[in-house]
Structure formats: C-alpha cells, structure tokens
C-alpha cells in the first residue's frame, strides 16, 4: 500500500499489505465455509474470547490467528450486519 509512516512506536500508522492481505482471505474463506450473516455478533464474541485466551497463555502465533478471525468477523458485521436482529427488532415481533 506504500502510505504508513512508522511514527516511533515500530510499526507504520496504517496496517501492513500482508495483514490487509491476510484478513482479506480469511474473509473470502469464512464466507465460503459460513456464507449465512446470521449469528454474526456471536462468532465475533467468540473469537475475542479465544483471542484473548490466546494471548492469556503467551501463544503469539495463535493469538495472531485469531485476532484474524476477530477482524474478519467485524468486517463482515460492517459489510453485511447480523441477520440474526432482523426478526428480533419491536416492528417484527408478533401482537
């Protein structure tokens, strides 16, 4: 992508071509072994929580993985919600 600027902390201000990239497949792969949007705030719950277990432990590379997953759920949230809310809103209930 070529615009980071490493501002002192060790790392450029916008994420690396590799983990744009990453994310980007991970998403494709998601898709197509879970095409449905529905549950999608669960899935992301639990990824954060094997996330944050992940790191609890000191397990980088797992840890690495699934904040992967972490991220591919929330760009799925922002790109196609959770279908899941749709029957649960006051205007869909029943009288």
Known sequence: MGY??????????SPSEKTVCDIAEEVIRARTKFP??????????????????????GRRDD?????MQVACCAIRIIEEYDTTFDQLRPENSLP
């Open 4 to 13: 980071g600027i490493d501002r002192g902390f060790g790392y450029a201000n």
């Open 36 to 57: 449905s949007s529905a549950f999608m705030l669960a899935a992301l719950t639990e990824e954060v929580g094997e996330c944050a277990r992940a790191m609890l432990q």
């Open 63 to 67: 840890a690495r993985k699934e904040a």
